[in-house]
């Protein structure tokens, strides 16, 4: 079970981008993450005229190791550690560390 989820809303730790909030977009391979208006690139285009895509400079997100992120804790309003417990039913949910509430529902 992953830590961080597409849909989760996180903050950033680490890096240019520190303290910045946002939520996942997409789980790439290899542990890292593509969050929404963090870690913002600028990308040179060539124009593709079979696409209909004009060219320029394009800006978008790039994708962040996930290490260098937490997931926002709206309770104590502050980044927070992770962690699994079982329920009596048998379902393994994540738990913020600091408060022991559930994360998933």
């Known amino acids: 079970m992953q830590r961080i989820r597409k849909g989760d809303e996180i903050v950033v730790i680490a890096g240019r981008s520190k303290g910045q909030r946002g939520h996942v977009l997409k789980v790439l391979a290899g542990e890292r993450l593509l969050v929404e208006n963090v870690n913002m690139i600028k990308r040179h285009t060539k124009p593709d005229p079979q ?3 004009p060219g320029g400079i394009v800006e978008r997100e790039a ?4 290490s260098n992120v937490m997931l ?9 550690r992770v962690g699994f417990k079982l329920l009596e039913d048998g379902r393994k949910v994540r ?7 559930v994360v998933d529902i």
Do not use: C, H, L
Not at 63 to 66: D, G
Not at 95 to 101: H, M, P, V, Y
């Open 51 to 53: 696409r209909q895509q």
């Open 63 to 66: 994708p962040i190791q996930n």
């Open 72 to 80: 926002y804790n709206p309770a104590t309003d502050r980044g927070d």
């Open 95 to 101: 738990i913020f560390r600091s408060t022991g509430e």
